[in-house]
């Protein structure tokens, strides 16, 4: 894994091109109306017969503040109490959830994303989180997975205190950013210093991960000025790095609608950004696991990774891929067995259905034999860059090469151009290839040619 990433700009620019990130396979695009609750029902009794463990994904979509480049679903408000009647709806989705499946069912991971959790106030988290305990069988051990996306403006010693606990394991904290210039650019005004502090705290309160997120390709970033944020940021030594391309589609996202589109670097700019961010973290003891995330050596991940047990989901990269996925919240996904499924998006839509007692669930999609296939091999793709055919054929019951024969000509060019090794055995990810793992992913997605590309953003 040492040479994990060769740089070569002829490639980049030839196959940088617009997809899905596969968080899912079929991506949530293909979700459709079809799918209901007694679908969801279907699939918890599944759940529950077969007692698989769970990962529980929670949605807080409140902030207190816009931040111009977000494309998350997000209530801004500064009226802290528009999160009660928020809160009771949830609770009662809870409850509803929890009663078609079994109290032996593990929590294994848990994660408050948003929006900002921490808008809520302290006794509304310790109330959500005792309701959470009451209804699932969340570990008290301290041996989950149970993570929280923090805001460094939202949040202080006696918030991180709380939150360990409550039993808070993990943190990732948005930056993005740390020239003064940038932060102005999109409304996120954050100091080092207040984004320290909450690492500190998370240090001495004794979470096992810290993760932190940046953006490239903000307006008036600059290669020399973002390399200045990463090298500050290696200095407060995340365990984990997860740096995204800033996506501008002003036409889907209102608040991307205020950036000044003519501040915004340009496509050379923006891959030298990515190249000496790579350069400065792996010069920094860090590893490229795939798809914009990097971590220590001795995390859960890189380890994984190196043992080939890493997978991917909705939450990201993960380590407990194996897990029931629950979806809880506004816009929240659920990944049960075979089914996926979405609550409303809507804020007022989904307190409205649980008020009638109803489950919110607004759309899904059921995975065929040809999905489940399809799912298992971009699986192995994006997370262990090599794919042996073998296993595929007898986890499927399929002859490999007869079956994607269609694609033998595009990873044949794919090969030709040293993004992959392939042989009658097996598709390895090339060194010079792992940064558009996407680009080879997107060869074996069958719903692709039918989807509008605009909707993505670019591999790069």
């Not at 620019?13 to 596969?22: H, I």
């Not at 949040?155 to 740390?178: K, P």
């Not at 973002?226 to 944020?229: E, H």
């Not at 489940?372 to 799912?375: A, H, P, V």
């Given at each position: 894994?040492?040479?994990?990433?060769?740089w070569?700009?002829?490639?980049?620019?030839?196959?940088?091109?617009?997809?899905?990130?596969?968080?899912s396979?079929?991506?949530?695009?293909?979700?459709?109306?079809?799918?209901?609750?007694?679908?969801?029902?279907?699939?918890?009794?599944?759940?529950?017969?077969?007692?698989?463990?769970?990962?529980l994904?929670?949605?807080?979509?409140?902030?207190?503040?816009?931040?111009?480049?977000?494309?998350?679903?997000?209530?801004?408000?500064?009226?802290?109490?528009?999160?009660?009647?928020?809160?009771?709806?949830?609770?009662?989705?809870?409850?509803?959830?929890?009663?078609?499946?079994?109290?032996?069912?593990?929590?294994e991971?848990?994660?408050?994303?948003?929006?900002?959790?921490?808008?809520?106030?302290?006794?509304?988290?310790?109330?959500?989180m005792?309701?959470?305990?009451?209804?699932?069988?969340l570990?008290?051990?301290?041996?989950?997975?149970?993570?929280?996306?923090?805001?460094?403006?939202e949040?202080?010693?006696?918030?991180?205190?709380?939150?360990?606990?409550?039993?808070?394991?993990?943190?990732?904290?948005?930056?993005?950013?740390?020239d003064?210039?940038?932060?102005?650019?999109?409304?996120?005004?954050?100091?080092?210093?207040?984004?320290?502090?909450?690492?500190?705290?998370a240090?001495?309160?004794?979470?096992?991960?810290i993760?932190?997120?940046?953006?490239?390709?903000?307006?008036?970033?600059?290669?020399?000025n973002?390399?200045?944020?990463v090298?500050?940021?290696?200095?407060?030594?995340?365990?984990?790095?997860?740096?995204?391309?800033?996506?501008?589609?002003?036409?889907?996202?209102?608040?991307?609608?205020?950036i000044?589109?003519?501040?915004?670097?340009?496509?050379?700019?923006?891959?030298?950004?990515?190249?000496?961010?790579?350069?400065?973290?792996?010069?920094?003891?860090?590893?490229?696991?795939?798809?914009?995330?990097?971590?220590?050596?001795?995390?859960?991940?890189?380890?994984?990774?190196?043992e080939?047990?890493?997978?991917?989901?909705f939450?990201?990269?993960t380590?407990?891929?194996?897990?029931?996925?629950?979806?809880?919240?506004?816009?929240?996904?659920?990944?049960?067995?075979?089914?996926?499924?979405?609550?409303?998006?809507?804020?007022n839509q989904?307190?409205?259905?649980?008020?009638?007692?109803?489950?919110?669930?607004?759309?899904?999609?059921?995975?065929?034999?040809?999905d489940?296939?399809?799912?298992a091999?971009i699986?192995?793709?994006?997370?262990?860059?090599?794919?042996?055919?073998?296993?595929?054929?007898?986890?499927?019951?399929i002859?490999?090469?007869?079956?994607?024969?269609?694609?033998?000509?595009?990873?044949?060019?794919m090969?030709?151009?040293?993004?992959?090794?392939?042989?009658?055995?097996?598709?390895n990810v090339?060194?010079?290839?792992?940064?558009?793992?996407?680009?080879?992913?997107?060869?074996?997605?069958?719903?692709?040619?039918?989807?509008?590309?605009?909707?993505?953003?670019?591999?790069?």
């Open positions: 894994m040492l040479d994990a990433i060769r070569d700009t002829d490639l980049i620019r030839r196959y940088d091109l617009a997809g899905p990130r596969y968080t396979y079929p991506t949530a695009v293909q979700f459709n109306s079809q799918v209901g609750t007694f679908d969801l029902f279907h699939a918890l009794r599944d759940s529950r017969k077969a007692l698989r463990p769970l990962s994904y929670v949605h807080v979509p409140f902030c207190a503040n816009i931040c111009y480049y977000c494309a998350c679903n997000k209530v801004i408000t500064k009226d802290r109490g528009r999160a009660l009647p928020y809160l009771q709806r949830l609770e009662q989705e809870i409850q509803l959830i929890a009663c078609h499946l079994d109290p032996a069912q593990k929590v991971q848990l994660h408050f994303g948003g929006g900002t959790p921490t808008f809520l106030s302290h006794d509304e988290l310790r109330q959500l005792a309701h959470l305990r009451k209804h699932f069988n570990l008290d051990d301290d041996s989950g997975d149970y993570g929280i996306e923090i805001d460094p403006r949040a202080d010693w006696s918030t991180m205190g709380l939150l360990r606990e409550l039993g808070f394991n993990r943190v990732s904290i948005g930056l993005q950013d740390l003064p210039a940038v932060q102005r650019a999109v409304n996120r005004l954050q100091s080092l210093e207040e984004t320290r502090a909450v690492i500190d705290a240090r001495t309160l004794q979470f096992r991960s993760n932190i997120d940046l953006i490239y390709g903000l307006p008036k970033q600059t290669p020399d973002f390399a200045r944020t090298e500050e940021v290696i200095s407060l030594q995340p365990d984990r790095l997860s740096v995204f391309n800033y996506a501008h589609l002003p036409e889907r996202f209102m608040p991307q609608r205020r000044n589109g003519n501040e915004l670097p340009s496509p050379t700019q923006k891959l030298e950004m990515l190249q000496r961010t790579i350069e400065q973290l792996t010069a920094a003891g860090y590893r490229y696991i795939g798809m914009d995330h990097f971590a220590l050596p001795d995390d859960e991940l890189a380890i994984a990774q190196e080939s047990t890493l997978q991917r989901n939450q990201g990269y380590t407990h891929g194996h897990c029931d996925l629950i979806g809880l919240g506004v816009s929240a996904i659920s990944q049960i067995g075979d089914l996926y499924c979405q609550n409303s998006s809507d804020l989904y307190q409205n259905t649980l008020a009638a007692a109803q489950l919110a669930t607004s759309r899904g999609l059921l995975c065929n034999a040809d489940r296939l399809r799912r091999v699986q192995q793709l994006i997370c262990n860059f090599s794919l042996e055919f073998a296993a595929i054929e007898r986890a499927f019951n002859d490999f090469q007869g079956y994607f024969g269609g694609l033998w000509p595009q990873l044949n060019g090969a030709k151009d040293g993004l992959i090794e392939l042989d009658r055995e097996r598709i090339l060194p010079a290839g792992r940064l558009l793992v996407r680009s080879v992913c997107m060869v074996f997605d069958a719903y692709l040619e039918q989807q509008n590309r605009q909707r993505f953003s670019r591999v790069i």
